[in-house]
Nanobody, 119 residues
Framework: QVQLMESGGGLVQPGGSLRLSCAAS????????MSWYRQAPGLERELVAT????????NYVDSVKGRFTISRDNAKKTVYLQMNSLKPEDTAVYYC????????????WGKGTLVTVSS
Protein backbone atom coordinates (compact mmCIF):
# COMPACT_ATOMS: atom_id res chain seq x y z
CA GLN A 1 0.00 0.00 0.00
CA VAL A 2 1.44 3.31 -1.12
CA GLN A 3 1.40 5.83 1.70
CA LEU A 4 2.50 9.45 1.88
CA MET A 5 2.34 11.21 5.22
CA GLU A 6 2.99 14.93 5.55
CA SER A 7 4.04 16.63 8.75
CA GLY A 8 5.52 19.92 9.92
CA GLY A 9 2.72 22.35 9.25
CA GLY A 10 1.55 24.90 11.75
CA LEU A 11 0.97 28.55 12.51
CA VAL A 12 3.82 30.96 11.82
CA GLN A 13 4.19 34.70 11.57
CA PRO A 14 5.08 36.39 8.29
CA GLY A 15 8.80 36.10 7.69
CA GLY A 16 9.03 32.87 9.62
CA SER A 17 10.10 29.42 8.48
CA LEU A 18 8.76 25.89 8.47
CA ARG A 19 10.08 22.60 7.18
CA LEU A 20 7.54 20.14 5.87
CA SER A 21 8.30 16.44 5.66
CA CYS A 22 6.67 13.70 3.65
CA ALA A 23 7.40 10.15 4.71
CA ALA A 24 6.84 7.61 1.96
CA SER A 25 6.25 3.89 2.15
CA UNK A 26 4.91 1.04 0.05
CA UNK A 27 6.96 1.69 -3.08
CA UNK A 28 10.49 2.14 -4.36
CA UNK A 29 10.88 5.78 -3.41
CA UNK A 30 14.07 6.34 -5.40
CA UNK A 31 12.27 5.55 -8.67
CA UNK A 32 9.84 8.46 -8.46
CA UNK A 33 9.67 12.15 -9.07
CA MET A 34 8.11 13.81 -6.04
CA SER A 35 6.24 17.08 -5.74
CA TRP A 36 4.65 19.41 -3.24
CA TYR A 37 1.31 21.01 -4.03
CA ARG A 38 -0.75 23.44 -2.02
CA GLN A 39 -4.37 24.51 -1.94
CA ALA A 40 -5.72 27.62 -0.28
CA PRO A 41 -9.43 27.98 0.56
CA GLY A 42 -11.43 28.80 -2.54
CA LEU A 43 -8.48 28.33 -4.88
CA GLU A 44 -7.30 25.55 -7.13
CA ARG A 45 -4.55 23.23 -6.06
CA GLU A 46 -1.22 24.43 -7.44
CA LEU A 47 2.12 22.79 -7.99
CA VAL A 48 4.70 24.32 -5.68
CA ALA A 49 7.89 22.32 -6.21
CA THR A 50 9.15 19.18 -7.91
CA UNK A 51 12.29 17.11 -7.49
CA UNK A 52 13.69 14.38 -9.71
CA UNK A 53 14.08 10.85 -8.46
CA UNK A 54 17.77 11.30 -7.65
CA UNK A 55 17.38 14.84 -6.34
CA UNK A 56 19.47 16.25 -9.15
CA UNK A 57 16.98 18.79 -10.47
CA UNK A 58 14.26 20.87 -8.90
CA ASN A 59 11.55 23.20 -10.14
CA TYR A 60 9.44 25.79 -8.36
CA VAL A 61 6.45 27.93 -8.99
CA ASP A 62 7.59 31.53 -9.46
CA SER A 63 5.93 32.75 -6.29
CA VAL A 64 8.18 30.63 -4.05
CA LYS A 65 11.48 30.79 -5.91
CA GLY A 66 14.27 31.90 -3.62
CA ARG A 67 12.20 31.15 -0.53
CA PHE A 68 11.34 27.45 -0.70
CA THR A 69 13.66 24.50 -1.20
CA ILE A 70 12.56 20.97 -2.02
CA SER A 71 14.93 18.15 -1.15
CA ARG A 72 14.84 14.41 -0.62
CA ASP A 73 16.62 11.69 1.27
CA ASN A 74 16.14 8.45 -0.61
CA ALA A 75 17.65 6.39 2.20
CA LYS A 76 15.01 7.76 4.57
CA LYS A 77 12.30 7.71 1.89
CA THR A 78 11.42 11.27 2.76
CA VAL A 79 10.91 14.45 0.77
CA TYR A 80 11.15 17.86 2.41
CA LEU A 81 10.00 21.38 1.72
CA GLN A 82 11.96 24.06 3.53
CA MET A 83 9.89 27.24 3.55
CA ASN A 84 11.56 30.51 4.49
CA SER A 85 10.38 34.12 4.47
CA LEU A 86 6.80 32.95 4.64
CA LYS A 87 4.04 35.25 3.49
CA PRO A 88 0.32 35.25 4.29
CA GLU A 89 -0.38 34.14 0.72
CA ASP A 90 1.53 30.93 1.45
CA THR A 91 -1.30 29.88 3.74
CA ALA A 92 -2.67 26.61 2.40
CA VAL A 93 -2.90 22.91 2.92
CA TYR A 94 0.30 21.43 1.55
CA TYR A 95 0.20 18.02 -0.09
CA CYS A 96 2.92 15.55 -0.95
CA UNK A 97 2.53 13.94 -4.38
CA UNK A 98 4.09 10.98 -6.14
CA UNK A 99 4.20 11.46 -9.88
CA UNK A 100 3.57 8.51 -12.21
CA UNK A 101 6.69 6.94 -13.65
CA UNK A 102 4.85 5.32 -16.55
CA UNK A 103 1.67 5.80 -18.54
CA UNK A 104 -0.04 3.06 -16.54
CA UNK A 105 1.05 4.38 -13.17
CA UNK A 106 -0.99 6.83 -11.12
CA UNK A 107 -0.69 9.79 -8.83
CA UNK A 108 -0.66 9.30 -5.07
CA TRP A 109 -1.36 11.98 -2.50
CA GLY A 110 -0.89 12.48 1.17
CA LYS A 111 -3.69 13.84 3.33
CA GLY A 112 -2.03 17.24 3.65
CA THR A 113 -0.64 19.45 6.37
CA LEU A 114 -1.96 22.93 7.09
CA VAL A 115 0.36 25.92 6.97
CA THR A 116 -1.05 29.18 8.30
CA VAL A 117 0.98 32.36 7.97
CA SER A 118 -0.56 35.13 10.02
CA SER A 119 0.35 37.76 12.55
Amino acid sequence: QVQLMESGGGLVQPGGSLRLSCAASGFTFSNYVMSWYRQAPGLERELVATITSDGGRTNYVDSVKGRFTISRDNAKKTVYLQMNSLKPEDTAVYYCNRRPNSARDMDYWGKGTLVTVSS
